[in-house]
């Protein structure tokens, strides 16, 4: 069990400056460019991190995800992902 506190949805995530997000033509997919690399992203992920501009909290972009894609309650998938990419360093949290 991990000792650090869970997400919630009231927090609100930034990406880092030492990564840009960008559609990627080549792969056909959202990507996450590093300085060491580069993190190709299915489609789920890279519609949540699209969403991801320090503004808005994990809710509001739970709430768009659903009315974009007409999908019910969409919070801990979003919540989910967004623990997982910050473990790895692709978001962070004020």
Do not use: C
Request: zero cysteines.
């Amino acid at each position: 069990m991990s000792d650090k506190p869970a997400l919630t949805l009231e927090q609100t995530p930034k990406i880092p400056k030492l990564f840009r997000l960008q559609w990627e033509e080549a792969q056909q997919a959202h990507v996450l460019l590093y300085p060491e690399g580069m993190v190709k992203l299915n489609g789920p992920a890279g519609e949540i991190l699209k969403r991801v501009d320090g503004q808005k909290n994990i809710a509001d972009i739970a709430k768009d995800l659903e009315q974009t894609f007409n999908e019910p309650d969409l919070k801990k998938d979003v919540l989910a992902f967004l623990e997982i990419a910050h473990e790895r360093g692709w978001v962070r949290f004020n």
